[in-house]
């Protein structure tokens, strides 16, 4: 069966039915559409009548909440590589419907991503219906959304587990019980990456909503105690995304998306607010919401909770739950960016730039990367050798700092010269102009060896790679990063020195963030050691699957 990028899936099975459906379903779905899926809500829709079949609005039950929950859910265990999305422009208290004449679309909505290809999970009797089925089907999809000019329709028809279902089959939603909403809602959250537990969030705060809907989005201060808190996207792009699916789930809502700097935001001042939804971990917080509401004089916000989402594929060191931080942590050893060309850089031997911060557990990288098969070439090292007597920046080094830095061996005093250029950025970077570019020749010097060799990858460790501009020399750049107190621990423990000292050393560094700014790889030490040697094994793998696809690629034609 041919794949599209963009589906929407209109569901017809009762909602008392259509839990035990949503699994078969979804996987259906994916061997269909693999990039946007769109989930339309109609229980009980009837595609065989042959008939024009209009869509109506659907009131938003409790029932409704569970079913977004469980979706998300599924999808997260069986489609994790889909971007679903369940729309509810169609659900709408009936109060709220009333005031309106032209039904649920009286134009079709535009979505942020066309759809290709619209399938359903409606229950055909025999083959002999299917034409009609599709063409009903295609007509519907039409009538309630902008889809593509050549929509193709697919009916899914899984292999459903047979259910008891109550005889009077559309009667079923009279027993479900009314979901109560409100005219202004309010959440918070990071909303990083957006994944199926934001999305459940999301969902049933628009099922709720009526007329405007708050989104405070965690920023700046509220960030500093994340996990892999680099890797955050930024403020702008976190809107970005939130923007597109809230208009694709309910355009017809007044979205209000806001920076906070604290926990609370508009939530404690918004005299219109009247609901907050939370899940089981924010409960406390909304509860401190409403303390603050009442000590401003306001009235107290209804707390609606949902329950959290459990991560069905979570590693030891990731959260129980669908998280953030868990898919922060996924991406630790992938590349998080393609590599900058570089055509005057021969491809053979692959050359990664490997960086970090003192402390970051850079240089134990790199030699679980020289136990992979990898050539190091340790620039610390050939720092070393550039100060011996006799090279070129030795002589340079002595002329411009005079003789009173060597030792009665006539080798450099290294801690002398320290002191001259420490806290003077003049004098450090006309040492660095002579000291850098030498260090430079060796790297090139090492690599050439490595070549003759037959290696197929160096490692080049080096602290100030990005400072130094040596980035030309290699095909990537990876990064060791540790969080600032971590790191400041092990400075202290390593090298004997007071929190002081080592916190000053790391200031005088490149930040954490400014480093993978530039990183195409990013690792981190900050858990047992078992865990960094699965990070670096994921990455040396990926980065074997990259070197053979570059070679396939320059590889001539026979």
Avoid at 199 to 206: E, P, R, V
Avoid at 344 to 352: K, T
Avoid at 458 to 475: I, Q, R, S
Wanted: glycine share 6%; aromatic share 6%; proline share 6%.
């Amino acid at each position: 069966m041919s794949m599209f990028s963009t589906g929407i899936l209109v569901l017809t099975s009762p909602l008392h039915v259509l839990p035990l459906r949503i699994a078969p379903v979804l996987t259906s779905a994916a061997q269909v559409v693999e990039r946007t899926l769109y989930v339309h809500l109609h229980p009980g829709l009837n595609l065989s009548t042959g008939g024009q079949v209009r869509p109506v609005y659907i009131p938003p039950v409790v029932d409704l909440c569970t079913l977004i929950s469980r979706l998300y859910s599924n999808a997260a265990d069986i489609c994790a590589h889909l971007d679903v999305r369940v729309l509810l422009s169609n659900v709408r208290a009936q109060s709220v419907a009333l005031s309106g004449s032209s039904g649920p679309f009286p134009t079709p909505q535009t979505l942020s991503h066309s759809p290709e290809v619209v399938l359903t999970d409606y229950p055909i009797q025999d083959s002999g219906q299917s034409s009609l089925v599709t063409q009903c089907l295609q007509k519907y999809a039409g009538h309630c959304y902008v889809c593509n000019p050549t929509l193709s329709s697919v009916l899914l028809c899984p292999r459903l587990k047979e259910v008891e279902e109550d005889d009077d089959r559309g009667g079923s939603g009279a027993q479900l019980k009314p979901l109560e909403t409100f005219s202004d809602v309010v959440v918070g959250g990071t909303f990083d990456r957006l994944h199926g537990a934001h999305k459940t969030l999301l969902n049933i705060s628009c099922l709720m909503a009526n007329r405007r809907f708050v989104i405070g989005v965690c920023d700046q201060e509220l960030l500093k105690k994340k996990v892999l808190k680099e890797l955050i996207q930024p403020y702008y792009q976190r809107v970005q995304k939130l923007q597109d699916f809230l208009n694709d789930v309910k355009p017809s809502l007044k979205y209000e998306i806001v920076p906070l700097s604290d926990p609370f935001g508009p939530s404690i001042s918004d005299p219109e607010l009247q609901c907050i939804v939370v899940s089981e971990e924010t409960r406390k917080g909304g509860e401190a919401v409403n303390r603050k509401r009442v000590e401003n004089g306001l009235a107290e916000l209804v707390l609606y909770e949902i329950q959290l989402l459990k991560d069905a594929h979570h590693a030891d060191i990731e959260e129980e739950k669908i998280s953030s931080s868990s898919l922060r942590t996924r991406m630790l050893g992938t590349l998080l960016k393609h590599p900058s060309p570089q055509p005057d850089l021969p491809l053979d031997p692959y050359v990664i730039g490997l960086t970090g911060g003192s402390g970051s557990g850079k240089s134990s990288i790199a030699h679980r990367l020289e136990a992979l098969g990898a050539v190091r070439i340790d620039c610390d090292q050939l720092g070393h050798e550039a100060y011996l007597p006799g090279t070129s920046a030795y002589h340079k080094v002595v002329q411009e700092f005079g003789p009173d830095i060597l030792n009665e061996d006539k080798t450099i005093n290294r801690r002398v010269l320290s002191g001259k250029v420490f806290g003077n950025q003049e004098r450090l970077r006309a040492l660095t102009d002579i000291v850098w570019p030498e260090i430079a020749l060796l790297v090139k010097k090492r690599i050439k060896q490595a070549k003759e060799q037959g290696k197929r990858v160096c490692v080049v460790d080096a602290a100030v790679l990005l400072e130094a501009g040596w980035t030309y020399l290699v095909h990537e750049v990876w990064v060791a990063t540790i969080p600032e107190e971590e790191a400041v621990k092990r400075i202290v423990q390593r090298d004997g020195v007071e929190e002081e000292d080592a916190l000053r050393r790391l200031k005088s560094q490149w930040p954490n963030a400014q480093l993978i700014e530039h990183a195409n790889v990013v690792l981190c030490t900050l858990w047992e050691p078992d865990v960094t040697q699965r990070q670096v094994l994921k990455a040396w793998n990926l980065l074997q699957q990259r070197i053979q696809k570059r070679q396939e690629e320059i590889r001539p034609s026979p």
